[in-house]
C-alpha cells in the first residue's frame, strides 16, 4: 500500500472505509460457509440413503472446496509487493521536477532515472511513463491503482471480492479461484439436482428447513456458476493471449510499433508458461510459479525495441494518471 493509503487508515473515516472493503469478502466467506452446511449436514448426512454414495460425494466434494479455498485466500492474501528503489525518484528531485520552469528541464530530470531502466511502454505522446503520485517511473505494464494508493505491477484490475488488486503476483491465483469456484458451483449443482427434483415431486426425505437449505442450495450453486463461466472464460482468453484487463480496454503503447494489443502475445502455450509456469506439476495448485520479476516482459518486436530496452535516446516527460499529459501541465502546476 502507499503512504496516502497508511495515513488514511489512520483516521477514524480511513479505519471505517479499510473495514468496509471487507464486507465482500465476508458475503463470499458466508456463502461458502453457509453451503458447507447445507451440502454436508443437510444433503449428505441427514438426507442421503446410501452411505457409501455419500463418502464419495464428500471425499470430492472436499476436495474442491479445499483447491476453491486455497486459492482465493492466496488470490486475498497475496501483496500487491514493492516498487524498487531504483524506480523510485528521491524526493528532492521530485520538488526540482515539479519546479522545473520548462518541459527541457523536466525530461532532463527523468531521463537520469529512466535511461537505465527497462522500459518499452510510452504514453499517448511518446513519452516515458511517471506515476506523479507514487514518484516513480512505472515498469511496463504497471499502473496506479486509486483503492490500493500504489502503482501495481502487471496491474489486472482491482477486485472488491477479494479485496485486493489482481496483479503479477496473484494473477495465477486469480484465475485458479475462478476454475475451482466454477468446478465447486458445478459439482454442488449436480450432486443436488436428484434431491432437486425429489423436492418438486413431493418425495425429499428431508424434512423442515432441511428441505429449503438443499433447495436453495441447488439454485444459489447454479447461479453462481452460470456468472462463473463467463467470466473464467474470459480470463482464460487473456492468458492464452498474453494481456490484461487493462489492456484489453486500452492497448499498451510500444516506443517501437505504437498502440498494440497483442505486443506480448508470444504464442499460446508461451502464453500460458509465463503465468503458470512450464512444470505441469504446478499448474494446478496456487503456488506461485510465474515467469519473470513483473517488470520486465518479453515483447513481439524485443531485438527492434533493444535500444529502448537500455533506455537510449527516450523522449521522457511526466504522464498523468490516465497517461496523456497536457502540455502546460506543470508551468503553472506551483506558483
Known sequence: MGNDDHRRRKTPCGFCMAVFKWIPVLFITAVIAWSYYAYVVELCIRNSQNRIGMIFMLLFYHLFLTLFMWSYWRTIMTSVGRMPDQWRIPDEEVTRLFRADSPDTQKRILNNFARDLPVTNRTMNGSVRFCEKCKIIKPDRAHHCSVCSCCV??????????????????????????????????YVAFTALHDFVDFWKGQ???????????????????MFAISLVSLFGYHIYLVLV??????????????????????????????????????WQYWFLPVFSSFGDGKTFPIRHMEEDTESLLGY???????????????????????
Open 313 to 335: 535516446h527516450s523522449d521522457t516527460r511526466i504522464e498523468l494518471e490516465e497517461d496523456f499529459l497536457p502540455e502546460p501541465r506543470f508551468q503553472d502546476s506551483i506558483p
Open 204 to 222: 425429499l426425505n428431508a424434512t423442515g428447513m432441511g428441505r429449503f437449505h438443499i433447495l436453495f442450495l441447488f439454485f444459489i450453486a447454479l
Open 242 to 279: 498474453n494481456r490484461t484487463t487493462l489492456e484489453s480496454f486500452r492497448a499498451p503503447i510500444f516506443r517501437v510499433g505504437g498502440p498494440d494489443k497483442n505486443g506480448y502475445n508470444l504464442g499460446r502455450y508461451a502464453n500460458f508458461c509465463e503465468v503458470f509456469g512450464d512444470d
Open 153 to 186: 505491477l502487471k496491474m489486472d484490475h482491482h477486485c472488491p471480492w477479494v479485496n485486493n488488486c489482481v496483479n503479477f503476483y496473484n494473477y495465477k491465483y486469480f484465475v485458479l479461484f475462478l476454475g475451482y469456484a466454477l468446478v465447486y458451483c458445478l
